[in-house]
């Protein structure tokens, strides 16, 4: 089970960081992603972190954000820097056993989802 905090409203060039948060013995076992999806969207890839903490980012937050685990705390963080008004989107935290790198940014390979976090950004 994942459980996604830390969403809110912030000005434009400010920050957030959004906490996930698993139970479970074996998290960390499981990669995680994080993914977004604003109003008549699709939902789009933002970040990935392997079992192995490495790190994998969507174009579009490139060199903003910051995917981050802590195992002993079953957490997945992501620090979002420099936000814009297009950053503005219900955020999700998935879990999944197994992915290969290729997929990572498909929704449908991943096996648990948390329940969303609004992020409003205003210009």
């Known amino acids: 089970q994942l459980q996604a905090s830390g969403g809110g409203l912030v000005q434009a060039g400010g920050s957030l960081r959004l906490s996930c948060a698993a139970s479970?013995?074996?998290?960390?076992?499981?990669?995680v992603g994080w993914f977004r999806q604003a109003p008549g969207k699709e939902r789009e890839f933002v970040a990935h972190?392997?079992?192995?903490?490495?790190?994998y980012y969507g174009d579009s937050v490139k060199g903003r954000f910051i995917i981050s685990r802590d195992n002993a705390k079953n957490t997945v963080s992501l620090q979002m820097n420099s936000l814009k008004p297009e950053d503005t989107a219900q955020y999700y935290c998935?879990?999944?056993?197994?992915?290969?790198?290729?997929?990572?940014?498909?929704?449908?390979?991943?096996?648990?989802w948390g329940q969303g976090t609004q992020v409003t950004v205003s210009s």
């Open positions: 479970g013995p074996t998290f960390s076992r499981y990669s």
């Open positions: 972190i392997r079992y192995n903490s490495k790190t």
């Open positions: 998935a879990a999944g056993a197994g992915l290969i790198l290729s997929s990572i940014g498909s929704p449908r390979q991943y096996d648990y």
